[in-house]
């Protein structure tokens, strides 16, 4: 029997514009003004220095139909959802090292 607290991530294929496949792994999920975005990290392989510590955001119109996700070309509106992430993930992680 499987232990019911166990961890699985959320995972994610996403297709670049050249068609490679790379996988991330799901941190965190904000909704602003039915724009949904998606705070992910690349899957960690044997290829992967373990000190890159950055995260990508891909957003998604809650109002359009299509399932792809976007990037974000406004470098202000970029660095403005990156910021409400990290406060968010250490928000979180203060949370737990109170546990």
Known sequence: MS????YQPDLFTLEDEEGKEQ???LLDVYNENDI???AL???????????????VILKKDDNDLDEYFDSID?????????EIFLSRLMSHDDDEDED
């Open 23 to 25: 996988n991330f792994e």
């Open 3 to 6: 232990d019911m607290n166990e």
């Open 36 to 38: 949904t975005y998606y």
């Open 41 to 55: 990290i690349p899957e960690q392989t044997e290829d992967t220095d373990p000190d890159d510590d950055y995260f």
């Open 74 to 82: 406004d470098e202000q509106e970029n660095e403005r959802i990156a």
